[in-house]
């Protein structure tokens, strides 16, 4: 059977590189270019792969491999015979993600080197490009000729002498690309040598990047290889997300440290008996079924459905409230540093929430004639204790940038719609904004009627930017501050973006 994979693998290899190949960013491409340019290039991804996943590894010696894989072999032979090959094999043996990652990185690198056209001539790679064609061909009509055994005297000579023709055929083009193969010079084999040297020193910065980004927006990592591989790999070509890790875990450890004070300080009461799953509030009475094989049973069945009887407190617990919604201006005039402290605002807001087991809704909105951008940076559904972090919608917030003018009535109109959908209340709107526009006196009115009925808060963060008052020969943060004062009880003015200056926010919330 004509394969063109050089290392032997089985069943588990295979399906582990198909797991986690998908989840390149430009694998498409990568492949699409590779095969324009080269005879199997992605069978050459595989063997790489392999090479670097694979424990014991075992090369199919050349005669049992089509003459067309010639330089796949010379680049796996180069990888082995690398000074880093070993240290690279050390982090890349079992872990699909830096196999992956490294086999990539390897096939971008030979295919780069290929094309410049100081090693191989024009001709030379059609000519193993026609090499690849004739052996399929050969192949085919081998397998013809055995399907077709003694069944037509006639086809069978036709098709004999068919494989004659193309065994010559292909025999002569092996030769030819062959001798181009060994007159490769040493640059190619230094390359890839100085390549394989370089991934080993990188690649043990490779789970740490996805996990510190999981850890600074309070995540418990990618869960998966591919996942690992993708997020790795976006911060990798990031730098916006990078900056943003970075910003968001200085910010969660400053939202963390606010309300352990806040706490300290915090004065609460019990003041009624409902329901809930708060083991420190519960009756003695739902306690005692602990004790009590059945009843024990049908206690756990209530403490998943929230229906367990508990001392209610009344203060500033903020444990089974309605969702926060954090609305991000995303207008022109925010980019830059002001949007980065937004968003790590949000991831700050988010590590808070979704201790409370809170949902938490980003909304990134610009000017009226622009869709609003919405990410659940939580788990939907009701959850005990904290909720998960979505790690695909936080990147997706932090790479969305919509630009353009500033509307305050279609966030507001949504953040409200989010918090009729929940169904609970004491939701937390939080408005995160450097521009002004106009909210009208009818939804004024409707936010303060919903703010009743629903205990709903609305803090407002107005970002100052003096320069661009002075331009403009008036105070923008007025004008803001008067048409979000008709919806916010609580408002702040910006003009330091650092994390102390959020405090008074997190603290709120």
């Known amino acids: 059977m004509f394969d063109p994979r050089l290392i032997e693998t089985d069943s588990y290899d295979r399906e582990s590189f ?32 392999a090479l670097l996943f694979k424990l014991a590894v075992q090369v199919r ?16 032979l180069a990888t082995m015979a690398a000074e880093g090959f070993l240290d690279l094999k050390d982090e890349t043996a079992l872990d699909a993600a830096r196999a992956v990652h490294a086999a990539c990185d390897l096939g971008r690198r030979a295919l780069a080197l290929v094309k410049s056209g100081d090693l191989l001539l024009e001709e030379e790679l059609l000519a193993a490009m026609s090499l690849a064609e004739e052996e399929a061909r050969l192949e085919r009509n081998r397998a013809a000729a055995r399907e077709l055994a003694g069944e037509s005297e006639k086809l069978e000579k036709a098709l004999a002498r068919g494989i004659e023709e193309g065994e010559r055929q292909v025999k002569g083009l092996a030769e ?17 040598s100085m390549l394989a040297s370089r991934l080993a020193d990188d ?22 290889a591919g996942e690992r591989l993708r997020l790795a790999e976006k911060l990798e070509r990031n730098e916006k997300l990078r900056k943003l890790a970075a910003l ?53 069945r209530r403490f998943i459905e929230h229906q367990l009887v508990q001392y209610d407190l009344r203060g500033d617990d903020r444990h089974g409230r309605g969702p926060v919604v954090v609305c991000i201006d995303g207008s022109g005039s925010m980019n830059g540093q002001r949007e980065l402290w937004a968003k790590a605002v949000a991831l700050a807001l988010l590590d808070i929430a979704r201790k409370q087991g809170r949902r938490t809704r980003a909304l990134v909105f610009s000017g009226p004639e622009t869709e609003l951008s919405t990410f659940d940076l939580t788990g939907k559904g009701r959850l005990v204790g904290r909720r998960p972090v979505d790690i695909d919608a936080v990147i997706g917030l932090a790479e969305c940038f919509p630009g353009g003018g500033t ?30 526009a106009t909210v009208s006196e009818e939804l004024a009115e409707e936010l303060r009627r919903e703010k009743k009925r629903r205990d709903i808060s609305v803090f407002a963060v107005i970002v100052d930017d003096p320069s661009r008052n002075r331009a403009r020969g008036g105070n923008n943060v007025q004008r803001a501050a008067r048409e979000l004062g008709k919806v916010a009880e609580r408002m702040t003015t910006v003009s330091e973006l650092t994390k102390e200056s959020a405090r008074e926010l997190f603290k709120a919330v």
């Open 18 to 49: 198909a797991r986690v190949i998908r989840h390149v960013s430009d694998l498409g491409d990568l492949v699409g270019r590779g095969q324009r340019l080269l005879p199997h290039f992605e069978a050459l991804l595989e063997d790489l792969f």
């Open 61 to 76: 010696p050349p005669g049992l491999a089509p003459a067309s894989t010639a330089l796949n072999r010379r680049i796996l």
């Open 176 to 192: 030819q690309f062959k001798q181009s193969i060994e007159e490769l010079p040493p640059r190619f084999d230094a390359e890839l």
């Open 203 to 224: 690649l043990p910065r490779f789970n740490e990047s996805a996990d510190a980004f999981a850890r600074a927006v309070g995540g418990s990592g990618p869960r998966s």
């Open 248 to 300: 968001a875990g200085a910010f969660r450890a400053e939202a963390r440290a606010s309300r352990r004070r806040r706490r300290e300080r915090a004065a609460t009461e019990i003041y009624r008996v409902g329901r809930g799953a708060d083991i420190g509030r519960l009756l003695p009475s739902e306690l005692v079924a602990l004790r009590h094989p059945l009843r024990r049973r049908e206690l756990l």
């Open 407 to 436: 509307d305050f009535e279609k966030p507001l109109r949504a953040a409200l719609e989010t918090i009729r959908f929940g169904g609970l209340k004491g939701a937390d709107i939080i408005f995160i904004t450097d521009g002004e």
